[in-house]
T-cell receptor, first 113, second 113 residues
Framework: SQTIHQWPATLVQPVGSPLSLECTVEGTSNPNLYWYRQAAGRGLQLLFYSVGIGQISSEVPQNLSASRPQDRQFILSSKKLLLSDSGFYLC????????????FGPGTRLTVL | QQQVKQSPQSLIVQKGGISIINCAYENTAFDYFPWYQQFPGKGPALLIAIRPDVSEKKEGRFTISFNKSAKQFSLHIMDSQPGDSATYFCAAPYGYDTDKLIFGTGTRLQVFP
């Protein structure tokens, strides 16, 4: 069976500090990978999308970047965090031959102070 | 920008009652409409999805109804239970892209005993 991991689970960072959030998927090959941000009481905003190693699509102009160094690894980064980067960050995967379902990780709660 | 309009924003239902959440979508290349359930501090989990060669799909107490001509779909929770208290998100294909979803803004459901 497939599982998705995210770490850290929670993170408190000062404004201007760097960021690295990691997501890994087990039990599948060549998944589509996604980064979403969920602000408090809000919906899910798609940030980045990847169909393969080194292939990243950015959905929203912002202070963040994403990389996919390995097939099942997806990293969300920032060089300098802003207060507005606070939120709940969710990684998800899908596998087109299985259909369009997306499966989410447990999330990372980021607070920028 | 494409949207999925979800209502109501919050819903309070007594135990045993019916919870109804509605979503309206814009043009999509194909029909796939999932609902996700999210508990506080957790990632969303796929609850039920419909690929409307049918107008309704039922799984246990959860039913999706689909009206293609009106571009609307809804989630019905029969015999609502306190354990159903969560935030519910609808989603629709993101335009003509087969691998992305756009999410509604969520409905916070509270079921009281």
């Amino acid at each position: 069976s497939q599982t998705i991991h995210q770490w850290p689970a929670t993170l408190v960072q000062p404004v201007g500090s760097p960021l690295s959030l990691e997501c890994t998927v087990e039990g599948t090959s060549n998944p589509n990978l996604y980064w979403y941000r969920q602000a408090a009481g809000r919906g899910l905003q798609l940030l980045f999308y990847s169909v393969g190693i080194g292939q990243i699509s950015s959905e929203v102009p912002q202070n963040l970047s994403a990389s996919r160094p390995q097939d099942r690894q997806f990293i969300l980064s920032s060089k300098k965090l802003l207060l507005s980067d606070s939120g709940f960050y969710l990684c998800a995967w899908s596998y087109t031959p299985l259909g369009n379902e997306q499966f989410f990780g447990p999330g990372t709660r980021l607070t920028v102070l | 920008q494409q949207q999925v309009k979800q209502s109501p924003q919050s819903l309070i239902v007594q135990k045993g009652g019916i919870s109804i959440i509605n979503c309206a979508y814009e043009n999509t290349a194909f029909d796939y409409f999932p609902w996700y359930q999210q508990f506080p501090g957790k990632g969303p989990a796929l609850l039920i999805a419909i690929r409307p060669d049918v107008s309704e799909k039922k799984e246990g107490r959860f039913t999706i109804s689909f009206n293609k001509s009106a571009k609307q779909f809804s989630l019905h929770i029969m015999d609502s239970q306190p354990g159903d208290s969560a935030t519910y998100f609808c989603a629709a294909p993101y335009g003509y892209d087969t691998d992305k979803l756009i999410f509604g803004t969520g409905t916070r459901l509270q079921v009281f005993p």
